[in-house]
């Protein structure tokens, strides 16, 4: 019985990352995302910490991030603000959001690159919501003066950044599209200072993906002769000379004939 419509889109839009996350825990089980399981364990604690009477300022102090705050100490509060569960939402939506979004980013590209991309988008909230109350509520991209006062936790920012690099790396255009659309819905119906951080968190991500495409299409140019010329020369020797470093006699596929070059 052929597959439906449905179920070819599926497959083809996660097919292979379903694959790849599946197989990774199979084999590794929870030492496939060590960093995962320690965000969500510094989360759960931040959350349980802050809720009594002698730690909530402790975590305000380590993990508070106002844009009307200095900017050295809102640089330095930031990397722990990413998992400091905001006050009025519930908790377990940050965990969750963590252990799906966090976990499969970590198999499909590493626990440090997990997360420098989760600083990344976090840091872009945080810049913008300063530049925004620097520009006031008569710029198209400005922030009342009221935002300079509103505490800036949660993982949410570093969440939408990582689904955007992970959906780009993978293939899955549609959801990444989709996670684009649902933020600027997001915007357009709260227009609240969260929802226009995680368009500036999807903006500092795209940048970043922008920069690496260009690097990678500046190495491989640079990987490639612009002409034979070129090429025999890389080679070591003049275009039309007899090899040198081969047997006499040697067999056809001994001497590599036909063998595709090699890339870096």
């Known amino acids: ?83 400091v569960p905001a ?23 590493g626990r440090w690159k997990t997360l420098f991309l989760a600083y990344v988008a976090t840091l872009s909230g945080t810049m913008y919501a300063r530049l925004g109350v620097a520009l006031g509520p008569g710029s198209p991209i400005g922030l009342p003066e009221a935002d300079k006062h509103v505490m800036d936790t949660g993982p949410s920012a570093a969440v939408v950044g990582l689904a955007l690099y992970v959906c780009r790396r993978v293939g899955a255009y549609w959801t990444g599209g989709a996670v684009v659309v649902a933020m600027v819905v997001e915007v357009i119906v709260k227009t609240n200072l969260a929802g226009k951080e995680h368009i500036a968190a999807l903006l500092g991500v795209a940048v970043l993906m922008l920069i690496e495409a260009a690097v990678r299409r500046r190495r491989k140019h640079r990987g490639q002769p612009r002409d034979r010329g070129e090429g025999a020369a890389h080679d070591g020797r003049a275009e039309g000379a007899p090899p040198h470093d081969r047997a006499e006699g040697a067999a056809p596929h001994d001497r590599g004939e036909g063998a595709p070059p090699i890339q870096s």
């Open 87 to 109: 006050l009025d939402l519930p908790v377990w939506g940050a965990l969750a959001q963590i252990l799906l979004v966090f976990g499969i980013a970590e198999i499909c590209l």
């Open 1 to 83: 019985m052929p597959a439906s419509p449905l179920r070819r889109f599926a497959r083809r839009e996660w097919g292979g990352l379903a694959a790849r996350v599946r197989g990774a825990l199979v084999t590794r089980r929870w030492r496939a995302i060590p960093l995962t399981l320690a965000a969500v364990a510094l989360c759960a604690t931040f959350q349980a910490v802050q809720n009594q009477s002698w730690g909530y300022q402790f975590v305000q102090d380590i993990g508070s991030v106002r844009s009307g705050d200095p900017l050295l100490l809102s640089l330095v509060r930031t990397p722990l603000s990413l998992f």
